[in-house]
Structures are given as structure tokens and as C-alpha cells.
């Protein structure tokens, strides 16, 4: 008989709590990975910068050359805020489908998918020419890392047994 996963605790503290912490890891992920590309490219900041700059200040993609810190700061606001909501809608559709129970590894696919095309539809639809200016792939790779690190965090949180066999597995335990 194979080994069943103990029932997910269904309480708001503990939503609010996977909510918190999935969202503020997937946005200091995407955070800190575009602060590492921006600063090897000699323009640390460079990234909410145009996104800001784009969002709030109507300025096309192309045009945004230089790092303004008030278009950092405004950017960082929707930063949180959107993966605010994320780690919400994420903690949720967790504890309700049960991805975790199964196939831990379609939890991933699944926050890589929603990151990936979220961010290109919102981005069409609120930032154009700003994929277009960072590179898909660049893009591509910060949404597959943080899909990452949320979807370790869950596993860690929700199945601490899998999370060992996975640290085991990789020599970590």
C-alpha cells in the first residue's frame, strides 16, 4: 500500500501563512535575478526602472535609458502587490486541487506556466516593448526560477517527507 500524504489543514492562518511566504519568495527570486542581470549589464535597477517608467509614466520601452529611483520605488509597489496576490491564488489553488499529493513536480509546471503567461499577457496588455526589451528568454528564465522556489517552499511546507528524500537525494541531508 503506498504511502498517502496526511490531509492539508484547510485553516485561513494557514493559507495566509503559504500565501506570505510563496509570494514574498517568488518576488525577491525575480528581484534579486533581475538585480544580478541588470548589474552585470552596469545598470543595477535597470529593470523596474523601465518597467515603472513604461506603467506609469507612458514612456515607450525603447526611450528608457537611464535608472530612476522613483520609478523603481513606484514599480516594486506592484511588484509586491502582484505577487502578493499570486502567493493568494497560488496557497489556494494548492490546498484545493492538492497538487502536492501526487505529482509534486506538476506543481512546478503548473506556477511556471502561470507565471510565464501572466506575465507575457499582462505585459502585452500593460508594458509593451518591455519583453521585447529584456529578452523572452530572459524573462522566461526569471518566472522558471521563482516558479521554482515557490513550488519548493510548498513542497517543503505541505510534504516534509518528500522534502527530505529530495535533499537526500542531492546529498544536502
Partial sequence: ????????????????????????????????????????????????????SVLFGGVAAEAVTDVRLDMVAWYSVVHVAVFGAL??????????????SRHPGLLFLVLFLIFEVGFLVAAWVFLPGVVAQLGASVVALANLLAAGAMALFLLASHRPDLWQRIKHSVRLA
Fill in 1 to 52: 500500500m503506498a504511502h498517502e500524504p496526511a490531509p492539508v489543514s484547510q485553516t485561513i492562518p494557514d493559507l495566509l501563512y503559504d500565501a506570505f511566504y510563496s509570494g514574498a519568495i517568488g518576488g525577491a527570486v525575480v528581484a534579486l535575478f533581475f538585480l544580478l542581470v541588470d548589474s552585470l549589464n552596469g545598470q543595477p535597477l535597470f529593470t523596474p526602472t523601465l518597467m515603472g
Fill in 87 to 100: 502567493g493568494l491564488g497560488i496557497a489556494f489553488l494548492v490546498r484545493e486541487v492538492e497538487l502536492h
